[in-house]
């Protein structure tokens, strides 16, 4: 999958002085990437805000492995359920890539 966004993998940088989640980082050949800083004033839901950010390469990229296979092996289901979910889908893709 070609992607515009930072590559993954992403993961959580904690200020260990205060136990918050500080920022959302990638490193690529060495480099130190800054993705995201998270801004909250509660640890927990900062921390749960970082990960889920750090998470959301990984989401997308099996997102849309499940859509593949889904269409894939779905085409002849009948059920609106599916199809909905599938359309949920391609709709949360095209958020996350912006298109």
């Known amino acids: 999958m070609?992607?515009?966004?930072?590559?993954?993998p992403w993961s959580v940088?904690?200020?260990h002085a205060t136990g918050n989640a500080e920022y959302v980082r990638a490193y690529q050949d060495g480099e130190m990437l800054d993705v995201a800083s998270v801004l909250c004033?509660?640890?927990?839901?900062?921390?749960?805000n970082a990960r889920l950010?750090?998470?959301?390469?990984?989401?997308?990229a099996v997102l849309c492995e499940m859509l593949g296979a889904?269409?894939?092996d779905l085409l002849d289901d009948k059920s609106?359920?599916?199809r909905s979910a599938m359309n949920d889908a391609r709709a949360a893709i095209a958020k996350a890539k912006g298109s």
Do not use: G, S
């Not at 070609?2 to 993954?8: L, S």
């Not at 950010?53 to 997308?60: Q, S, V």
């Open 41 to 48: 004033d509660q640890t927990d839901r900062a921390n749960a």
């Open 2 to 8: 070609t992607t515009q966004h930072t590559p993954a």
């Open 80 to 82: 609106n359920v599916w």
């Open 70 to 72: 889904a269409e894939t």
């Open 13 to 15: 940088e904690i200020d």
């Open 53 to 60: 950010i750090a998470a959301a390469p990984d989401l997308l």
